[in-house]
T-cell receptor, first 112, second 113 residues
Framework: DGGITQSPKYLFRKEGQNVTLSCEQN?????MYWYRQDPGQGLRLIYY???????QKGDIAEGYSVSREKKESFPLTVTSAQKNPTAFYLC???????????FGQGTRLTVV | KQEVTQIPAALSVPEGENLVLNCSFT??????LQWFRQDPGKGLTSLLL?????REQTSGRLNASLDKSSGRSTLYIAASQPGDSATYLC????????????FGTGTRLKVLA
């Protein structure tokens, strides 16, 4: 089955801790993305990667970090510098710019 | 600055009704527009992608149209079913070669049996 797998589905973090969200795709897509979704707001872009070993900041990158060491994987780290990390995080991929985007099932992060 | 609006925020219809969901954008210089479906607590499922040179796209009971000059797209759902209940989002690309999309806040649809 081709698709995007995000793990874990639910994640709880204590204040001051860093956590890493996993995103893996087997669609052979070059581009990958991380979005954040909050109630009543549209999806907001955190980071995106056009190709392996390259990534760019999106609209709300502060407090987040990413890596793209393999084509299939684009993990997102939510650092303690992110002041309001509780949200639903969505990973996506596309073959290239301006092509159809495919999404994972999301990770719900809660700070306790 | 591009803004994407979806009105209404929520909609309830009886089963079998044909319905139209709206998506408006402020800057007509878009490259393409994509419609998604999102079930509660789930990720987004791609429904249709319309290139800026196209007027419409169809998939099964779904038909999406695009009018760049007026800054509007509509998603038409024929013969609605309870299984169509979900939130529908539209997203517009910012330009050729871009990896950035701007999303609307969605229309939450409930189809009553």
């Amino acid at each position: 089955d081709g698709g995007i797998t995000q793990s874990p589905k639910y994640l709880f973090r204590k204040e001051g801790q860093n956590v890493t969200l996993s995103c893996e795709q087997n669609l052979n897509h070059d581009a990958m993305y991380w979005y954040r979704q909050d109630p009543g707001q549209g999806l907001r872009l955190i980071y995106y990667s056009q190709i392996v070993n390259d990534f760019q900041k999106g609209d709300i990158a502060e407090g987040y970090s990413v890596s793209r060491e393999k084509k299939e994987s684009f993990p997102l780290t939510v650092t303690s510098a992110q002041k309001n990390p509780t949200a639903f995080y969505l990973c996506a991929s596309s073959a290239s710019a301006n092509t159809e985007a495919f999404f994972g099932q999301g990770t719900r992060l809660t700070v306790v | 600055k591009q803004e994407v609006t979806q009105i209404p925020a929520a909609l309830s219809v009886p089963e079998g009704e044909n319905l139209v969901l709206n998506c408006s954008f402020t800057d007509s210089a878009i490259y393409n527009l994509q419609w998604f479906r999102q079930d509660p607590g789930k990720g987004l499922t791609s429904l249709l992608l319309i290139q800026s040179s196209q007027r419409e796209q169809t998939s099964g009971r779904l038909n999406a149209s695009l009018d760049k000059s007026s800054g509007r797209s509509t998603l038409y759902i024929a013969a609605s079913q309870p299984g169509d209940s979900a939130t529908y989002l539209c997203a517009v690309s910012r330009g050729s070669g871009t990896y950035k999309y701007i999303f609307g806040t969605g229309t939450r649809l409930k189809v009553l049996a």
